[in-house]
T-cell receptor, first 114, second 113 residues
Framework: GENVEQHPSTLSVQEGDSAVIKCTYS??????FPWYKQELGKRPQLIID?????GEKKDQRIAVTLNKTAKHFSLHITETQPEDSAVYFC?????????????FGKGTTLSVSS | NAGVTQTPKFQVLKTGQSMTLQCAQD?????MYWYRQDPGMGLRLIYY???????DKGEVPNGYNVSRLNKREFSLRLESAAPSQTSVYFC????????????FGSGTRLTVV
């Protein structure tokens, strides 16, 4: 089955710096790659996603890039702010005859200090 | 419009007890999922239901059973709880094939003593 590796596990940056989180996946059939943000004690929330027919997607300060050949995708956050501090999860969706389900990475704890 | 509702929010069980975690969504989504979240382990898929009437095992199904009662409801049952099942459990739903992303419930914090 699908396996998703996420790095780094923790990331500390200064306010205004950029942050990059990287993920790799194992199943070449995976075709959907979302990123979720989870604040302490809350539920994960979708922040951006990308499908396999697109190489890059941007939404204000957040961007995601996908390299299908290398089977890796990355989250880029520019001009970080203290409210970006949270745990970020990448995921990959593998279709099979039963449907699809997301397999998540283990998460990256991002700390933005002012 | 409540989204995904999970009950209960907190539960303490003794080893060997059974319980059912309830999940209901009002977004007319076809697919529903159960995940567990443990520190440093991310979200691990227990079971999912791609559509009403179907269920399938995820990454960590042992010790759990599920029922897709109807399109709205997807329950997770622990028949004989073990301390290793202490975790935060999240239910989620999505359109078919995950289109539009997942909507998560607020979670159930389960402690097995």
């Amino acid at each position: 089955g699908e396996n998703v590796e996420q790095h780094p596990s923790t990331l500390s940056v200064q306010e205004g710096d950029s942050a990059v989180i990287k993920c790799t996946y194992s199943d070449s059939a995976s075709n959907y790659f979302p990123w979720y943000k989870q604040e302490l004690g809350k539920r994960p929330q979708l922040i951006i996603d990308i499908r396999s027919n697109v190489g890059e997607k941007k939404d204000q300060r957040i961007a995601v890039t996908l390299n299908k050949t290398a089977k890796h995708f990355s989250l880029h956050i520019t001009e970080t702010q203290p409210e970006d501090s949270a745990v970020y999860f990448c995921a990959a969706s593998t279709p099979n005859q039963a449907g699809t389900a997301l397999i998540f990475g283990k998460g990256t704890t991002l700390s933005v200090s002012s | 419009n409540a989204g995904v509702t999970q009950t209960p929010k907190f539960q303490v069980l003794k080893t060997g007890q059974s319980m059912t975690l309830q999940c209901a969504q009002d977004m007319n989504h076809n697919s529903m999922y159960w995940y567990r979240q443990d520190p440093g382990m991310g979200l691990r898929l227990i079971y999912y239901s791609a559509s009403e009437g179907t269920t399938d095992k995820g990454e960590v199904p042992n010790g759990y059973n599920v029922s897709r009662l109807n399109k709205r409801e997807f329950s997770l049952r622990l028949e004989s709880a073990a301390p290793s099942q202490t975790s935060v459990y999240f239910c989620a739903s999505s359109e078919a094939n995950g289109r539009g992303g997942y909507t998560f419930g607020s979670g159930t914090r389960l402690t097995v003593v």
